[in-house]
């Protein structure tokens, strides 16, 4: 799925904007929901920067 | 896709970013304040608090109207309004006349529940009303909001030629490599990339619901023009009252008509919201939902007599809409973290940008020889 060059973005895209329309409408559990789909690029993007690091540390000589 | 088709995407993606990214700049790094507006607010703002416990049964709004008045002497109210954080609360907005100048305005603070005067916040000046004009205008009054809409939109532009020209930069890498043992040129790349790919969606929302925002008083002007003009229809051109009849009695009136809702914002008579002779009562509902959008409800400010209701346009809702998904300010603290996170987040991806095509030009020129260089500089005094 990494391979692919827009399934990944086009999966945290629609998960963010389902997110973005259910906060609007959602109430109690359904809003932590929402608010999950909205927080996934960040919690993503913060994973993939401290693994990015992580192997760049491995791989320094 | 075919190598003429990606230098159109790649020039469309280059101008398009260069062009709203200073201005995007600006509304990213004035929007963060603005994010936490009422936290802000409460924080540096002592505001008188209601009576608590609250009383079983509110005053009624004709009692709030009076003590407004008495604390506000020479003025009128043009509208009562109720804040969803501070249900406790009653809001008038005070003028010189009912027609003034919006500029000219004031909001008293009302107990709801006692109906006594609490305070008249200053919302005019402050870091915080200098930030919300510059975000909002720039000091420009209305050509201002709409150049801020036009830089919404070629942003949304730059945001979709970037789907299209990321496909093919991405084609030897996974998506999320970031290759930091590289030089900065690529590293920023990676980061643009992966920055503005995760923040797609979200960057569409806010970036058009912006530009939406901007056409706020255009729309709202067509609405008085169209719609609420029409529900005044034949009792346009009667005179103001010399005495309103009951506010209290007027909303009942409207909560009995419109059943499931309940006032947000009253207009008197003869603001440019209602007719001379008229309260415009703006109902919403009480779900999520419905909450962001109002029906108006037309009532005689002579008897509080019912006289019209009708289910607010489309484009109306629209932007009724458009706006908690902008300011991001309906899903409680944890969304406004969230949306302050995803602003910060565009601000790199902006940023990265505007490094990408400096670097690459410095690199580009430093790549032309002596003798293109020499090539390339006009000569002084040719007709070419």
Same mark, same amino acid.
């Given at each position: 799925m990494r391979s692919s060059t827009?399934?990944?973005?086009?999966?945290?895209?629609?998960?963010?904007?389902?997110?973005?329309?259910l906060a609007l409408i959602a109430d109690g559990a359904w809003e932590?929901?929402?608010?999950?789909?909205v927080a996934a690029p960040v919690v993503a993007f913060a994973w993939l920067l401290r693994r990015a690091r992580v192997e760049q540390a491995a791989n320094r000589p | 896709m075919r190598q003429k088709s990606l230098r159109r995407w790649n020039w469309v993606h280059e101008w398009s970013s260069l062009i709203c990214t200073p201005f995007l700049l600006l509304l990213c790094i004035t929007g963060l304040p603005l994010i936490f507006h009422h936290?802000?607010?409460?924080?540096?703002?002592?505001?008188?608090?209601?009576?608590?416990?609250?009383?079983?049964?509110?005053?009624?709004?004709?009692?709030?109207?009076?003590?407004?008045?008495a604390a506000a002497p020479g003025q009128v109210v043009q509208y009562v309004s109720w804040d969803e954080e501070q249900p406790d609360v009653v809001m008038l907005t005070v003028n010189s006349a009912v027609n003034g100048n919006p500029g000219d305005a004031s909001?008293?603070?009302?107990?709801?529940?006692?109906?006594?005067?609490l305070d008249r916040p200053d919302l005019q000046t402050g870091v915080m009303a200098f930030l919300l004009q510059l975000h909002t205008d720039m000091f420009l009054g209305l050509p201002g909001k709409l150049f801020l809409g036009a830089m919404g939109i070629l942003f949304c532009i730059a945001v979709i030629s970037?789907?299209?020209?990321?496909?093919?930069?991405?084609?030897?890498?996974?998506?999320?490599?970031?290759?930091?043992?590289?030089?900065?040129?690529?590293?920023?790349?990676?980061?643009?990339?992966?920055?503005?790919?995760?923040?797609?969606?979200?960057t569409l929302v &806010?970036?058009?619901? #912006?530009?939406?925002?901007?056409? *706020?008083? +255009? $729309?709202?002007?067509?609405?008085?023009?169209?719609?609420?003009t029409e529900m005044v229809g034949e009792h346009r051109g009667r005179p103001h009252p010399e005495t309103l009849s009951s506010l209290q009695q007027a909303v009942t009136t409207a909560e009995a008509n419109v059943s499931g809702m309940e006032p947000s914002v009253i207009a008197f008579p003869g603001t440019p919201f209602s007719s001379?002779?008229?309260?415009? &009562?703006?109902?919403? #509902?009480?779900?999520?939902?419905? *909450?962001? +959008? $109002?029906?108006?409800v037309l009532i005689d400010a002579t008897n509080s007599a019912f006289t019209d209701a009708r289910q607010a346009p489309w484009y109306v809702s629209a932007l009724l809409l458009s706006q908690p998904l902008h300011f991001g300010d309906y899903g409680g603290l944890a969304l406004k973290i969230l949306w302050a996170l995803l602003d910060i987040g565009t601000i790199v991806v902006l940023i990265t940008g505007l490094y990408l095509w400096v670097a690459r030009r410095?690199?580009?020129? *430093?790549? +032309?020889?002596?003798?293109?260089?020499?090539?390339?500089?006009?000569?002084?005094?040719?007709?070419?």
């Open positions: 827009y399934a990944l973005p086009a999966l945290f895209a629609l998960g963010a904007a389902a997110g973005l329309v932590w929901i929402a608010c999950a789909l | 936290e802000i607010h409460d924080f540096t703002v002592e505001l008188v608090q209601p009576a608590s416990p609250a009383p079983e049964q509110p005053a009624s709004l004709d009692t709030v109207v009076a003590n407004g008045l909001v008293l603070r009302m107990d709801a529940g006692t109906g006594v005067f970037g789907i299209v020209v990321y496909g093919p930069s991405m084609r030897k890498l996974s998506f999320g490599d970031l290759r930091l043992e590289r030089i900065r040129l690529i590293r920023w790349l990676d980061l643009h990339n992966l920055a503005g790919t995760l923040l797609i969606a979200w &806010v970036g058009f619901t #912006g530009a939406v925002n901007t056409w *706020a008083d +255009l $729309v709202l002007q067509v609405w008085r023009f169209d719609q609420l001379e002779s008229h309260y415009m &009562v703006f109902m919403k #509902g009480k779900t999520p939902l419905t *909450a962001r +959008l $109002v029906k108006p410095a690199r580009k020129l *430093a790549r +032309l020889s002596p003798l293109d260089k020499r090539d390339a500089e006009p000569v002084v005094g040719s007709k070419a």
